[in-house]
């Protein structure tokens, strides 16, 4: 079992759903990055958690640390959002990053 | 401010050939240094981090190398490319002593034929 699960794996819905991308995670950790790969293969990183709720325009990123389990929420979503996106925590032993497989999300238009 | 360089940006090198993919960062000093890649269809592995030059740790065993000759400068190398060699390297930096927040760089896109 990975030490980050993200779900869903894919992700296709139209121009101005809510979405919601989720991962869980199995060890202790310091904190928990989402961030952004575009097909070109650049990363950005969108948010770097450790407690509570972090919101970035459209985007809006939580966790529970309790439940080890953190969603980014995207309102109205648009084409450009179309990405994946990658959940990845930070052990809290030797800081290092532990990725998950990530969320290929495609919006259509 | 902070910015990190690879280059290339991309790179078809032939089976046997060497590589060598160069990372700097400019605006910080001492940074802890981490070389990643991205196999076609499957998530982020750290190949190697450097706490300081000189200093390399790897995390999978691999023909690929790492070497830091100076305190902003991560070199990836290999002596020959194998075919699962293609991926997207990523280099990152973070502070070192907040190494929970990295910053990554354009990436190389490499193609082993």
Request: hydrophobic share 35%; proline share 5%.
């Amino acid at each position: 079992k990975n030490e980050v699960e993200q779900s869903p794996q894919n992700l296709t819905a139209q121009e101005g759903e809510f979405i919601t991308i989720n991962c869980s995670y199995s060890v202790g950790i310091s904190a928990l990055h989402w961030l952004q790969q575009h097909p070109g293969g650049g990363i950005v990183s969108l948010f770097m958690l450790s407690s509570g709720k972090k919101k970035h325009g459209r985007l809006i990123a939580t966790i529970n640390i309790q439940e080890k389990h953190s969603s980014l929420h995207i309102t109205a979503s648009h084409p450009r959002d179309s990405a994946v996106y990658i959940c990845a925590v930070v052990g809290d032993s030797n800081y290092q990053l532990i990725w998950g497989a990530g969320t290929k999300l495609i919006i259509k238009p | 401010s902070q910015t990190i360089h690879q280059w290339p940006a991309t790179l078809v090198q032939p089976v046997g050939s060497p590589l060598s993919l160069e990372c700097t960062v400019e605006g910080t000093s001492n940074p802890n240094l981490y070389w990643y890649r991205q196999a076609a269809g499957r998530g982020l592995q750290l190949l190697f981090y450097s706490v300081g030059i000189g200093q390399i740790s790897s995390e999978v065993p691999q023909n690929l190398s790492a070497s830091r000759p100076q305190d902003r400068q991560f070199i990836l190398s290999s002596k020959k490319l194998l075919l699962s060699d293609s991926g997207f390297y990523l280099c990152a930096w973070s502070v070192r002593r907040a190494s929970y927040e990295q910053y990554f760089g354009p990436g190389t896109r490499l193609t082993v034929t």
